[in-house]
Structure formats: structure tokens, C-alpha cells
Nanobody, 121 residues
Framework: QVQLQESGPGLVKPSQTLSLTCTVS??????????WKWLRQSPGKGEQWIGS???????YYNPSLKNRASIYRDTSKNQFTLHLSEVTPEDTAVYFC?????????????RGQGTQVTVSS
């Protein structure tokens, strides 16, 4: 069974870049047909899809983030990484990675436990 684990700093200062890595086990991030996603959830809000990277290394992003998000992968480590630039306190949330079969949107079958990220000076 696939397992996903997020890692990265829990505190980021405003205007800096948030970087989180998802380590995948039990499956390869190059397995055909799968899309590897980043999502987040803030208190009182639903889940928000941030973006996806495909088995072919194609990326897709939520337009509402105004080009601040980028996702890369390292196939040698079976990891994919989120960079979110110019963060503000509005970006404070629990961030988690997931695996789905659709390129756009937040549908997924497996997810990590999530990691709290707080944006504060």
C-alpha cells in the first residue's frame, strides 16, 4: 500500500518561500496513470488543491495561487517537492500530499497525515 510522508519547516516568515517535500513508499512516482498532489486545509475552510505533478513530470496548478506554486520531483529519491513563494499569514494551513488519478483538482485515494505550516514573523 502506498504511503506518503510530508516534511519541512513548520514556521515560515512572510514574503519567504515555503518548501515541503513528500516522500513516497510502496509505489513509484513514475507509475503510469497517477498524479501526485499537494493540498492544504485552513481552520474553518475546506481542502484546497494547490497543484499536481504527473507520472510524466507534467505539472498543473490552481490558478487562484497566482503562479506562486511550483512542484518538482526527484525520481532517485521517490520524492516530490512544493515551493510556495511570497507567503502571507493567509497561507497558514495544514499541508498534505496525496495520490490521485486526475490531473486537476483535489480528488485523491491516498494521502499523508499532513504537516502544520504557520506563516508568521
Amino acid at each position: 500500500q502506498v504511503q506518503l510522508q510530508e516534511s519541512g519547516p513548520g514556521l515560515v516568515k512572510p514574503s519567504q518561500t515555503l518548501s515541503l517535500t513528500c516522500t513516497v513508499s510502496g509505489d513509484s512516482i513514475t507509475t503510469m496513470g497517477y498524479y501526485w498532489k499537494w493540498l492544504r486545509q485552513s481552520p474553518g475552510k475546506g481542502e484546497q488543491w494547490i497543484g499536481s505533478i504527473s507520472f510524466r513530470d507534467t505539472t498543473y496548478y490552481n490558478p487562484s495561487l497566482k503562479n506562486r506554486a511550483s512542484i518538482y520531483r526527484d525520481t532517485s529519491k521517490n520524492q516530490f517537492t512544493l515551493h510556495l513563494s511570497e507567503v502571507t499569514p493567509e497561507d497558514t494551513a495544514v499541508y498534505f500530499c496525496a495520490r490521485g488519478v486526475a490531473d486537476w483538482g483535489g480528488q485523491y485515494a491516498y494521502r499523508g497525515q499532513g504537516t502544520q505550516v504557520t506563516v508568521s514573523s
